[in-house]
């Protein structure tokens, strides 16, 4: 009791800058980024994203659900509306209205009061809720809105409020607060398209190391002394359980990659299991970020314990425009790649792993390649190439070519030169970047 009294269990603050552009582009960078207990978090749990930014839209998302908005096309057959009170506000009016779903319609809805002002007759604040209770999470957001520069109403706080009684420990219920203020808003900012490169959320890298006089121009309060405890009690206890050390294993997952200093070991090499080369123990290593933000240099070798046979090879990566994902890449290899097989260019093989289990036909193939990611255009990803390999075959087959009527030459090795070029659809794809990983 005395703990909870006293502190928080958890904070975090983040500052962030939020563009966006009719119909669906948008673009949010963290600028400052606060989390107790991680001496410098390259991830953010923003409280914005607990709920819808727009009211206006058929879905509303609160928590991680969506709901049918009460001010979707043809509301009035779905939810129940009821004026509750009506106030002056000189020179306008606010009426309030709560809505609920009608009876014997089965849909996921919210419950909750509107606030309508008569300038415009829109949306001045609204409280909402999911109508069915869940035993296990109660989540309940506010929107307040302002007549911003005497134009158009705008959001200019976001309030967010869970409980978790699955969780009640001696009386006591686990609850989260989150506050969003929008401020600097700019509604005629003329933004272009090519102001956007499809990365919805972007983390500076010295987000986690901004000075204090960044917060105290951002922050709406002061922070009260419940709150200058929490980070200070949980900022220890974080150093001490190194948590950021949890941070850094979560990226490990998420890349594949696993950082010592200059150079990371790239786990997709580490250990892999086939029918043709048995287990193959390898090692991957390459430079990253810290050495040359702009270029990764790497190699990799491996042994196959059933086929007794070595792989090696290694690339130069130059990175264009990275948070388009723009890159050339040159590399030379010799290894094993499954005979009549196709291999699309992609960055990791940890995916594949299950199917590679049930190859037990290998051809041994030397290839010079050189590969553009021309980065995404849109929903379109293209990429262009071209290689040169040597294959030669592992198993009874062998290609006759006759010189005359009696005689024929066998051939298990061959010479390919190949040029394409490779296209990636993937509509309404969404990406988020912390620190150099996209």
Not at 225 to 247: C, P, Q
Not at 312 to 327: M, V
Not at 349 to 362: A, H, I, P, T
Not at 426 to 435: A, H
Request: hydrophobic fraction near 40%; charged fraction near 25%.
């Amino acid at each position: 009791m005395k703990f909870v009294d006293s502190q928080h269990i958890m904070m975090m603050e983040s500052v962030t800058e939020k563009k966006f552009k009719p119909p669906a582009s948008s673009e949010e960078k963290i600028l400052a980024n606060r989390f107790s207990g991680f001496k410098n978090p390259q991830f953010a749990l923003l409280a914005s994203q607990l709920q819808s930014f727009s009211l206006y839209d058929e879905l509303l998302t609160v928590g991680d659900a969506d709901y049918l908005s009460p001010l979707c096309n043809g509301a009035t057959r779905k939810y129940l509306f009821i004026i509750e009170d009506t106030v002056a506000v000189v020179p306008d009016t606010v009426f309030t209205i709560s809505f609920r779903p009608r009876s014997g319609k089965n849909f996921d809805a919210l419950k909750g009061t509107l606030f309508i002002n008569t300038n415009g007759y829109a949306i001045q604040q609204v409280i909402a809720e999911p109508a069915a209770e869940d035993p296990n999470l109660n989540i309940k957001i506010q929107q307040q809105c302002a007549f911003v520069d005497e134009k158009r109403w705008f959001p200019v706080q976001l309030n967010s409020f869970l409980s978790l009684p699955m969780l009640d420990a001696e009386g006591l219920e686990l609850v989260g607060i989150g506050k969003t203020y929008l401020q600097k808003i700019e509604l005629e900012s003329e933004l272009k398209r090519r102001d956007f490169d499809g990365v919805i959320l972007k983390i500076d890298p010295l987000a986690g190391r901004q000075d204090s006089s960044l917060w105290e121009g951002a922050r709406v309060d002061a922070l009260s002394e419940k709150e200058l405890k929490t980070y200070h009690v949980i900022d220890s206890l974080g150093e001490e359980m190194n948590f950021d050390r949890l941070a850094r294993s979560a990226q490990i997952l998420a890349t594949g990659k696993i950082p010592f200093g200059k150079i990371s070991a790239d786990l997709d090499h580490l250990l892999r299991f086939n029918d043709y080369e048995g287990f193959r123990l390898g090692l991957g290593l390459e430079t990253n970020e810290r050495l040359i933000r702009w270029m990764s240099v790497g190699g990799y070798g491996a042994y196959g314990f059933k086929d007794k046979a070595w792989k090696y090879g290694g690339h130069i990566t130059f990175d264009l425009f990275p948070y388009r994902q723009s890159a050339l890449t040159f590399s030379a290899s010799h290894d094993v790649i499954e005979s009549g097989g196709i291999s699309f260019n992609r960055t990791s093989s940890l995916d594949d792993q299950y199917y590679e289990l049930f190859m037990n036909r290998m051809d041994t193939r030397d290839q010079w390649k050189a590969q553009l990611n021309v980065g995404r255009w849109g929903f379109v990803h293209p990429s262009l190439y071209v290689s040169r390999e040597r294959r030669e075959v592992n198993y009874d087959y062998r290609f006759a070519r006759f010189i005359s009527d009696d005689i024929a030459v066998l051939w298990d090795r061959f010479d390919l030169f190949e040029y394409g070029a490779e296209v990636k659809i993937s509509f309404r794809e969404k990406f988020v970047q912390t620190g150099s990983t996209t």
